[in-house]
């Protein structure tokens, strides 16, 4: 790639992250620009994603990731802060959206990426390890199969416009920690799609939120064990 167009690539997502008030090092975003130039080279021929455009996936792959970075660095925090590590995994992370870009920018955590697709998990695999992502683990399998290896062990579960609901919850639901929650990522929720949650679990937050050059609903939809909700 030309210099000039990286550099054109890079002032793009930096002023999308400060657009989402996050506080990201010079070399954080190189590495986030690296790892989407690495993911087009792949796209051109295992069709990883419909977008080829690298300005129209900094916005749609990069900044709709990060997006989500803030609620849960809030819900890292909240009183009583753990000492135990965070992990996250990403049920059906295609390309690693939104993993990827949250394991580059919170090397603390422990992310699983979860993808049957081999095509993608491939991917997956060559970029953790070109990027030396130490803290990223690829399952390459079902979300079945893998589940019954990280049983009760996960403080949370993301998905990008995975699933409905009810499959969500019923796919993450084994690995999760007793008190972990579900985070959603979607355009918006449908009846339908709202209809599948079963009665044991609850809606806890329904964020709408924008992604800097992208004039588009965004939401994401945190949702707990019924028990688990305080009153």
């Known amino acids: 790639m030309e210099k000039d167009s990286q550099e054109a690539l890079l002032r793009q997502l930096s002023d999308g992250v400060r657009g989402l008030h996050l506080s990201l090092s010079a070399e954080t975003i190189q590495r986030l620009l690296d790892y989407l130039i690495e993911f087009q080279r792949w ?27 803030p609620y849960l660095d809030k819900y890292i925090d909240r009183p009583p802060k753990s000492e135990e590590v965070f992990t996250l995994a990403d049920l059906g992370s295609g390309g690693g959206l939104p993993g990827i870009p949250l394991a580059i920018c ?22 953790v390890t070109k990027l030396n992502l130490d803290n990223v683990k690829v399952h390459g399998t079902r979300i079945e199969d ?37 985070w959603a990522m979607k355009a918006r929720a449908l009846d339908d799609d709202l209809k599948t949650i079963p009665n044991t679990w609850k809606i806890q937050n329904d964020y709408l939120f924008s992604v800097p050059g992208l ?9 707990a064990r019924v028990r688990e909700l305080k009153a």
Not at 57 to 62: A, K, N, P, Q, R
Not at 106 to 127: C, D, G, N, S, T
Not at 166 to 179: R, T, V
């Open 43 to 69: 796209n051109k021929t295992h069709n990883l994603s419909s977008i080829h455009d690298l300005n129209q996936s900094v916005t749609l792959h990069l900044l709709d990731s990060l997006a989500v970075l």
């Open 146 to 182: 893998a589940a019954p290896g990280l049983a009760s062990s996960v403080s949370c579960c993301i998905s990008r416009a995975f699933s409905e609901f009810g499959k969500f919850i019923a796919l993450s639901e084994p690995m999760l920690k007793k008190d972990g929650l579900l």
């Open 106 to 127: 919170r090397p603390a955590w422990k992310i699983h990426l979860m993808e049957a697709v081999q095509k993608k998990a491939v991917f997956l695999q060559h970029i």
């Open 215 to 223: 004039d588009a609903e965004r939401r994401l939809y945190a949702l």
